[in-house]
């Protein structure tokens, strides 16, 4: 097997700037693809990008606040302009609303959290499925939770929103099934030392659970399998 096995591939992730998002860009990049970083923090892309470079590998940054309502769409215009296609998109990029009871859930935290974890996902998928289907052998990876499919007490915002996104992807592999060679998967990365998991949960240890890099790998290794679209799993630590 090649040691670049996605060389001359254009990879596009979602929240790259830390965390799961970050680690998968910088896997993609040793494995040859070149990684359109995106998220918020420009400064904090940078750094990925200045860590891909110094291990070889090639990325340009795309900072887009993915709430922004024609954000997304400048974005892929500007990938069409500059690659004509999109070999992998990793829809990683979530926010999570306050932990607290249905009856107490603040509209516009909720609000938010729907356009960033449901919305803006449509959007995504809009915009850059003509670049998807010029790939040739495009795949799409959206991340999960397992809330969304197993609700829990305090979490129904953004249980409620990861269940949206996950119905939007299946069915979106249903609908290029047969007439595009688009594959998709939803991958539920599991316990994961993240930002968002010490918000979760502030009194865990973060050595208690898996580094990004755990599920950064797994995503790579999924990635050059020929899975089936609708493909589900998650990620454990062996």
Partial sequence: MSAKPFEGQVALVTGSSRGIGAATALALAEAGAHVVLTGRDTKALEGIEEQIF????????????LVEPDGIARLASAVSQRW????????NAAILPELTSVADIDQKAFNKGLTTNVLATQALIA??????????NARVIGMTSTVATKPRAYWGAYAATKAAFEVLLD?????????????????????????????????????????PEVVAQRLVALLGEPFATGHRETVNQS
């Fill in 54 to 65: 110094q291990a070889g590998g090639s990325a340009t940054i795309a900072p887009v606040d």
């Fill in 84 to 91: 004509g296609k999109l070999d992998i998109l990793v829809i």
């Fill in 127 to 136: 915009n850059f499925d003509p670049l998807l289907r010029k790939s040739g």
């Fill in 171 to 211: 069915c979106y592999a249903q609908e290029v099934a047969n007439i595009a060679k688009v594959r998709v998967a939803v991958v539920n990365p599991g316990s994961t030392r993240t930002a968002m998991r010490a918000r979760a949960y502030p009194g865990e240890a973060p050595e208690s659970v898996k580094p």
